[in-house]
């Protein structure tokens, strides 16, 4: 597609329960990045995609949090046990090596 | 360790007067740099960048930013101030031997008319 596409848009789930954040990158893009945002936040590094395996998911907070990639485009963020914590915006982007991101408009999860 | 530093959280300015937003980084190799807008409610769009060559580099919306390598800074600009500028917007740097961008912690730009 033209862009960065993430599904949903906004998501509320009850503290406890899984949730899938799905992101569809710009189609040949290799590398694939998810960030997070809290509530006036910057943005926090979760994990980086090149093709399907990830060399750096050093930003994962937990063990709770987990992504993978396929065919080297869709990627799913999975997120276990949700917390109050886990509230956020939750932002994907795809990039070639020297250009920058281009970001989606993100996930916007509420844990309650 | 690298990283990048926005020292103000907020930047205000008249409509029409000039404005800077802040950045510099700290130093390991020679590092790619970036700006990012944030309008409310929406992602964030790429304004400009710097990899190599001139230091003084030109981006949309009428934005400048100039690459200081002695000071490591990499401050964005934009000669008159619009009310529509008002954002958050966010330096990042980028190593040649990484592929992650590592982001500021973002400046909220507030242009009064």
């Known amino acids: 597609g033209a862009g960065v596409s993430q599904s949903p848009s906004n998501k509320v789930t009850e503290k406890g329960k899984d949730v899938e954040l799905r992101c569809d990158p710009i189609?040949?893009?290799?590398?694939l990045y998810w960030y997070r945002q809290s509530l006036g936040q910057g943005l926090e590094f979760l994990i980086y995609?090149?093709?399907?395996?990830?060399?750096?998911k050093s930003g994962l907070p937990s063990d709770r949090f987990s992504a993978e990639r396929t065919g080297g485009s869709v990627s799913t963020l999975t997120i276990q046990r949700t917390q109050q914590e886990d509230s956020a915006v939750y932002l994907c982007a795809s990039s070639e090596r020297t250009d920058g991101y281009t970001f989606g408009s993100g996930t916007r999860l509420t844990v309650v | 360790a690298q990283s990048v530093a926005q020292p103000e959280d907020q930047v205000n300015v008249a409509e029409g007067n000039p404005l800077t937003v802040k950045c510099t980084y700290s130093?390991?190799?020679?590092?790619?740099l970036f700006w990012y807008v944030q309008y409310p409610n929406r992602g964030l769009q790429f304004l400009l960048k710097?990899?190599?060559?001139?230091?003084l580099v030109k981006g949309s919306y009428g934005f400048e930013a100039e690459f200081n390598k002695s000071q490591t800074s990499f401050h964005l600009k934009k000669p008159s101030a619009l009310v529509s500028d008002s954002a958050l917007y966010f330096c990042a740097v980028r190593y040649y031997n990484t592929d992650k961008l590592i982001f500021g912690t973002g400046t909220r730009l507030q242009v009064f008319p």
């Open positions: 189609s040949g893009h290799t590398a």
């Open positions: 710097y990899i190599t060559g001139d230091n």
């Open positions: 130093v390991s190799g020679n590092p790619y």
């Open positions: 995609f090149q093709g399907n395996s990830a060399p750096d």
